[in-house]
């Protein structure tokens, strides 16, 4: 079993900037090859893929609407993973939260979320 914790989550200007993170225990990164990963859902959507990072960190993924705003790392010796979040518009708001799976694509463990509000 892995546990996530997300926190880095709150209140923020469009155009602002955020840092999210994310903290494992039990099956932590740094022990088992996993992939790691940011997940979003707003009210009355459904839940999609913001960026994920292999075990490595050598390969990283984004959803279109984030390239080139967002920036996932890892740091496996902490167990950690995270997500800088900058040039934030109003769609980025949303319940963010972390995954972790056996690999890229494939997601068994989601944490509880951190709320991400970009105000105009």
């Known amino acids: 079993q892995v546990q996530l914790v997300e926190s880095g989550g709150g209140l923020v200007q469009a155009g602002g900037s955020l840092r999210l993170s994310c903290a494992a225990s039990?099956?932590?990164?740094?022990?088992?090859?996993?992939?790691a990963g940011w997940f979003r859902q707003a009210p009355g959507k459904e839940r999609e893929f913001v960026a994920s990072?292999?075990?490595?960190?050598?390969?990283?993924r984004y959803a279109d609407s984030v390239k080139g705003r967002f920036t996932i790392s890892r740091d496996n010796a902490k167990n950690t993973v995270s997500l800088q979040m900058n040039s934030l518009k109003n769609e980025d708001s949303a319940v963010y939260y972390c995954a972790a799976g056996p690999r890229l694509g494939l997601f068994d463990y989601y944490g509880q979320g951190t709320q991400v509000t970009v105000s105009s």
């Open positions: 990072i292999s075990w490595s960190g050598a390969d990283t």
């Open positions: 039990g099956r932590t990164f740094g022990n088992y090859i996993m992939a």
